[in-house]
């Protein structure tokens, strides 16, 4: 993700740390999904500028990207945190979400990647890019996301793991 708060660098092109991604053009969703791997099988989700979960081998949320916010796990709780720009410094300053805040995130979460699920199984998309160009990224998010169970569970931290 970017450090600045413009739009974010082109995830097809730089992701690197993701091998496998692709970029796709999904009914009901505004804007471009870009969904990525690591080499671990650690899953991203990015959907426009606005929203991005990230996944670990467990597929527990580990870190988000929600409409200006941070959102990191920090022993299975989730903790938000918001930029604030003053004239010599940037804070991050930071708040812990309750299980009401939490309930509501993950919920909005969930309801994301089941209209993601749906476009994929019922191929209500255009790929845009594919890196690299002969992977099957669109059935192995399928496939990640079939197996993706409600409630969301919350890492014990942001880590890659």
């Not at 692709?22 to 500028?49: K, W």
Request: with cysteine.
């Amino acid at each position: 993700m970017a450090r600045s708060e413009q739009d974010r660098e082109n995830l097809l092109a730089e992701a690197r740390a993701l091998v496998e991604r692709v970029e796709l053009h999904c009914a009901g969703f505004e804007d471009n999904v870009v969904v990525g791997f690591r080499r671990d099988g650690c899953a991203s989700f990015y959907f426009g500028q606005q929203r991005a979960y990230h996944f670990n081998t467990q597929r527990q949320l580990r870190r988000a990207y929600d409409e200006g916010r941070l959102i990191k796990a920090d022993r299975e709780q989730l903790v938000s945190l918001i930029r604030h720009r003053g004239a010599q410094q940037v804070q991050l300053v930071r708040h812990d979400l309750n299980q009401l805040e939490t309930r509501e995130f993950l919920d909005r979460l969930w309801r994301h990647l089941q209209s993601l699920a749906e476009a994929l199984a019922g191929a209500d998309f255009n790929v845009l890019g594919c890196v690299p160009p002969d992977a099957d990224v669109v059935a192995r998010a399928g496939q990640w996301l079939a197996h993706l169970a409600p409630p969301i569970a919350v890492a014990d931290g942001p880590e890659v793991r």
